[in-house]
C-alpha cells in the first residue's frame, strides 16, 4: 500500500558527506513520522534519526547527533538525510520507514524501504 525508496548511498571518504533520500508514494503523510534507521555489517539495525511529518520536530541518535540532519519536503513527498563528518562505523544499509503512531518518537514504524548501501572508508 505504502512504498518507500531510498537513493543517495554509495562509497565515500572518512570525514566526507553525503546526502540520501526516500521518497514515499501510495499514501497521504501528513501525519505520519518518518524516520531513517541504519544496519551495519554484523549487527542489528538501530535507530538514527525521525522526523514528524508535520511540524518537523525531530530526534536523533546520540551516536549521529550533530552530524546528521533528517529533513522532509512536503510537496514532493519525500524525507532527506543529510549526512557529514562520516566515520567507518557509519557504514551499513540505511532504511527509510514511516510510522502513523500519533507518539514521538514513535514507538513502531508501518512501512519501510529496501535501503541504500552507504559505505565510508578509512
Known amino acids: 500500500q505504502v512504498q518507500l525508496v531510498e537513493s543517495g548511498g554509495g562509497l565515500v571518504q572518512a570525514g566526507g558527506s553525503l546526502s540520501l533520500s526516500c521518497a514515499a508514494s501510495g499514501r497521504t503523510f501528513s501525519t505520519y513520522t518518518m524516520g531513517w534507521f541504519r544496519q551495519a555489517p554484523g549487527k542489528e539495525r538501530e535507530f538514527a534519526a525521525a522526523?514528524?511529518?508535520?511540524?518537523?520536530?525531530?530526534y536523533y541518535a546520540d551516536s549521529v547527533k550533530g552530524r546528521y540532519t533528517i529533513s522532509r519536503d512536503n510537496a514532493k513527498n519525500t524525507v532527506y538525510l543529510q549526512m557529514n563528518n562520516l566515520k567507518p562505523e557509519d557504514t551499513g544499509i540505511y532504511y527509510c520507514?514511516?510510522?502513523?503512531?500519533?507518539?514521538?518518537?514513535?514507538?513502531?514504524?508501518?512501512?519501510w524501504g529496501q535501503g541504500t548501501q552507504v559505505t565510508v572508508s578509512s
Open positions: 522526523i514528524r511529518w508535520s511540524g518537523g520536530t525531530r
Open positions: 520507514a514511516a510510522s502513523a503512531s500519533t507518539s514521538f518518537p514513535a514507538l513502531r514504524y508501518d512501512y
